[in-house]
């Protein structure tokens, strides 16, 4: 009855998990309706584990559920509805009208205080495992909301330095030490954030391909698995923080309308982030205070500058540290295109919690690997109509 029988009008989206419809109760409250496809194995493990999880986390930055129905085969999900899309969206779509600095700094500063939430005050902590920018919701005043608990991970205890798991996530997000091996931590998350920071100050999506300027012909002749934001962006990290010139790496289209020494922080925030040693990076928690401008940018660095120090770099800058990244990303970009040992994957489409535009027009130019190494998953669709 509140999706008017889950009618095609009320359709929000869909996905490899089943599709998504916008409904209104009997009191007036709308929600997302998340429902799953029968009979798939990796969605009833991605709804156990969003049940599990989601049901008792309450936080202002995340998606609440509002309840869970089984019924034979069927399998619900209800959220709170999100009406604003996605970051995503709104960042890359096409013909979207440009993100001011201000609002993108606002989305950084929510999204953070969500994620710190799930890993500092949550017992057992959570790993969200998928975080990007088309699972970070929006509101009409632009608040964000971390979505799309289907494949986190509860980490029992602290004693253990880090958990191994399957890969799973979205290409272009991982952090390296978890796309070569399996091994997860909440770093691994941080990482993932500190991408998301990166397409905040450039405008470019994870896998973009390197250009000069935003309005040049996109080389197809080159493989989406030669294109990194985080390899792109970690020389220009390092030399803007040492002269203060940001042309190269700003998003053009703010046409310089930012403060100066707000960027100057959201890039050592996000260079601090992305280090390639797991155990550098820093806490949710201190990402946060530093945002809030609670702590210097020497705390959060432990006074060395970025690229300056070749076991505490934020790119690994030693030649040894930058060797084995690559070799991390290689091996992982042999098994998810496909080995003899692990079997295939295929791309498939940036899907969120619900919130792509169903013309493609969000993502378009963009080829997103989720996987789970050794399986091969079925291509999503984009969504319409906001989370």
């Known amino acids: 009855m509140a999706t008017d029988g889950f009618s095609d009008a009320n359709l929000l989206g869909q996905g490899g998990f089943g599709y998504v419809h916008k409904g209104v109760l009997p009191n007036g409250k ?27 986390v309450h936080h202002r ?33 096409k013909g979207r009208p440009t993100m001011d600095w201000p609002t993108r700094l606002k989305i950084a500063l929510g999204s953070a205080k969500g994620l710190a939430y799930l890993h500092e005050d949550c017992l057992p902590k959570i790993i969200h495992r998928d975080i990007k920018a088309a699972n970070i919701l929006l509101d009409f005043k632009f608040e964000a909301k971390v979505a799309d608990f289907g494949l986190a991970k509860n980490i029992a205890s602290d004693v253990h330095t880090h958990v191994s798991t399957r890969v799973m996530g979205t290409f272009g997000y991982l952090a390296p030490e978890y796309a070569s091996s399996g091994k997860l931590t909440d770093k691994s998350d941080v990482f993932s954030f500190g991408v998301v920071l990166l397409e905040l100050i450039t405008g470019r999506r994870p ?31 390092t030399r803007a923080l040492e002269d203060g010139n940001f ?23 996000a260079a601090a982030c992305v280090r390639h040693s797991a155990r550098r990076r820093p806490r ?36 040894s540290d930058t060797s084995q ?60 109509g906001g989370s």
């Open 30 to 56: 709308e929600v997302a309706v998340k429902q799953l496809k029968a009979g798939s194995g990796q969605g009833e493990r991605e709804f156990q584990a969003e049940v599990e999880i989601i049901s008792r």
């Open 61 to 93: 930055h995340l998606v609440s559920l509002v309840g869970y129905c089984i019924a034979g085969s069927q399998r619900m999900l209800v959220y709170d509805f999100v009406p604003n899309n996605t970051l995503e969206f709104h960042l890359h779509g």
């Open 207 to 237: 896998l973009d391909p390197p250009r000069s300027r935003l309005d040049e012909p996109v080389d197809t002749t080159q493989s989406d698995m030669d294109y990194s934001l985080v390899d792109w962006a970690r020389p220009l990290l």
């Open 247 to 269: 042309d190269t790496l700003v998003d053009p289209r703010l046409q310089k309308d930012y403060n100066h020494d707000e960027m100057a922080r959201m890039l050592a925030f």
């Open 284 to 319: 949710m928690s201190q990402v946060v205070r530093a945002l809030e401008k609670e702590v210097s940018l020497s705390d959060l660095n432990e006074g060395i500058r970025p690229g300056h120090s070749t076991v505490y770099s934020s790119f690994g800058s030693s030649d």
């Open 325 to 384: 990244y690559n070799e991390d990303m290689e091996k992982f970009g042999e098994t998810a295109l496909g080995s003899r040992e692990y079997g295939s994957s295929q791309y498939i489409g940036p899907t969120g919690e619900y919130g792509l535009n169903p013309s493609g027009s969000s993502s378009e130019g963009q080829q997103t690997r989720e996987m789970e190494i050794g399986k091969t998953k079925k291509n999503s669709q984009g969504f319409s």
